[in-house]
T-cell receptor, first 114, second 114 residues
């Protein structure tokens, strides 16, 4: 059983919809991350949060809006997405953003934009 | 800038064969960390190993072994006596000491046939 839980597992939405992805970690970690995994690209880091504060935004379009209310929860709010945003979105957490700490990943949300 | 290259996109073997996955990295930092992750069909990324740049000892864990060669900037991964359950995509990743960013290679899909 993974210590990082993502919901929903699958999401199909139209381009004008608003939806949110949720991530919860039960590992007592302080850092959380969003990644995007497309079919033809390597895993791309999107956002990093450390102790609820955003420390990195990797030039992500504003139609993706992250929220981190506490160290255990991370959301990704989606609005007016494009077909190229269809991908697997992975959440991860680590003890800290220190570079030697391994990140633990959730199962991902597979997002399809119609 | 950091970069990770996994030249093999897909490897197919028959059960019990050994398989070696190549990983070559680029970094300007003298202190960095290398990781391998496994992504089974279910989607989650499973942490396998972390290696520090200052520790070139090779490591063995069961049927898994890793060969870190700093002189050639490589961190290869060998699965001995492969099993069908080893079928997955394997990712090599690099994180520099100073940064938040975990950079992934493109992944190698391993298919183990019975």
């Amino acid at each position: 059983e993974t210590g990082v839980t993502q919901t929903p597992r699958h999401l199909v939405m139209g381009m004008t919809n608003k939806k949110s992805l949720k991530c919860e970690q039960h590992l007592g970690h302080n850092a959380m991350y969003w990644y995007k995994q497309s079919a033809k690209k390597p895993l791309e880091l999107m956002f990093v949060y450390n102790f609820k504060e955003q420390t990195e935004n990797n030039s992500v379009p504003s139609r993706f809006s992250p929220e981190c209310p506490n160290s255990s929860h991370l959301f990704l709010h989606l609005h007016t997405l494009q077909p190229e945003d269809s991908a697997l979105y992975l959440c991860a957490s680590s003890q800290a953003t220190a570079s030697n700490q391994p990140q633990h990943f959730g199962d991902g949300t597979r997002l399809s934009i119609l | 800038a950091q970069k990770v290259t996994q030249a093999q996109t897909e490897i197919s073997v028959v059960e019990k064969e050994d398989v070696t996955l190549d990983c070559v990295y680029e970094t300007r930092d003298t202190t960095y960390y290398l990781f391998w992750y496994k992504q089974p069909p279910s989607g989650e990324l499973v942490f396998l190993i972390r290696r520090n740049s200052f520790d070139e000892q090779n490591e063995i864990s069961g049927r898994y072994s890793w060969n870190f060669q700093k002189s050639t900037s490589s961190f290869n991964f060998t699965i001995t006596a492969s099993q069908v359950v080893d079928s997955a995509v394997y990712f090599c990743a690099l994180r520099e000491a100073a940064g938040n960013k975990l950079t992934f290679g493109g992944g190698t899909r391993v298919l183990v046939k019975p």
